[in-house]
């Protein structure tokens, strides 16, 4: 167990629970995985951080924001862009 591989894994654990990854990258990910106690918590909560979201449910439109809110968002954004492009 290495911290780039670790790292990889984590990089890309969204992916791999999802069955995004080519068969191969799973294999050395299982692999990596079985051997690695903290990479195997890091995926036990994932999954489980997945599960609790999947079983949330939108309770109806939330509707507009506020205009106050709307408004400050408005100001944070442009003061972002202008700090962008100094």
């Not at 080519?22 to 692999?31: G, N, Y």
């Not at 036990?44 to 609790?52: A, D, P, R």
């Amino acid at each position: 167990m290495t911290t780039a591989e670790c790292k990889e894994v984590f990089a890309l654990l969204s992916h791999y629970i999802d069955g995004e990854l080519p068969d191969e990258v799973c294999r050395q990910m299982t692999t990596h995985i079985e051997g690695c106690p903290p990479c195997v918590d890091f995926l036990k909560s994932l999954e489980k951080t997945v599960g609790l979201c999947r079983q949330m449910q939108a309770k109806g439109d939330p509707g507009p924001l506020p205009a106050e809110v709307s408004l400050s968002l408005k100001r944070a954004y442009e003061q972002f862009r202008n700090a962008e492009s100094s």
